[in-house]
């Protein structure tokens, strides 16, 4: 399992780290770039999701930079467990964040047609923070399979 891409402490799971942080660092300033999206709970759970989200990301980020600089193994049982547990705790809150604001914005601009009625709602913008809620889940979704992976193979 040492090859396996996308393990922690190598050059795939920091792309993995790195592609969470940016797209959820992403998802937030284009959310809280737009006026109006506090008085909607969906989007400020996506705020809050993608806060945690790119808090953990960054931080397995710089250990992965570490481990890769000083030659680190980061396969042992008892780390893989706790990358396990946040890792699938931030890829469903993500998820779920993601899918919730993805139903305010179909919502606003398919059913209601607030966009249309109301010019001054951003709704591009949370169309496209919500696109890269979903990026920022898949990266955590691939990278919590991976862990698991490596964990069950132990």
Same mark, same amino acid.
């Given at each position: ?9 190598? *050059? ?43 808090? *953990? ?79 920022? *889940? ?17």
């Amino acid at each position: 399992m040492a090859g396996l891409l996308g393990r922690p402490g190598s *050059w795939g799971g920091l792309v993995l780290r790195v592609g969470q942080t940016f797209f959820a660092a992403a998802c937030i300033g284009l959310m809280g770039s737009s006026l109006g999206f506090v008085s909607y709970t969906a989007f400020c759970y996506l705020i809050a999701s993608m806060g945690l989200q790119m808090l *953990w990301s960054f931080g397995l980020a710089c250990l992965d930079g570490y481990a890769i600089t000083a030659n680190k193994d980061l396969t042992s049982p008892i780390l893989l467990s706790l990358f396990v547990v946040g890792d699938w705790v931030t890829a469903i809150l993500s998820f779920a964040a993601a899918s919730s604001s993805a139903g305010v914005v179909i919502l606003f601009q398919k059913d209601v047609f607030f966009c249309r009625r109301y010019t001054h709602l951003p709704c591009g913008k949370y169309e496209l923070a919500t696109a890269f809620a979903f990026v920022s *889940w898949a990266f955590s979704a691939t990278s919590a399979l991976i862990m698991f992976w490596l964990l069950a193979a132990f």
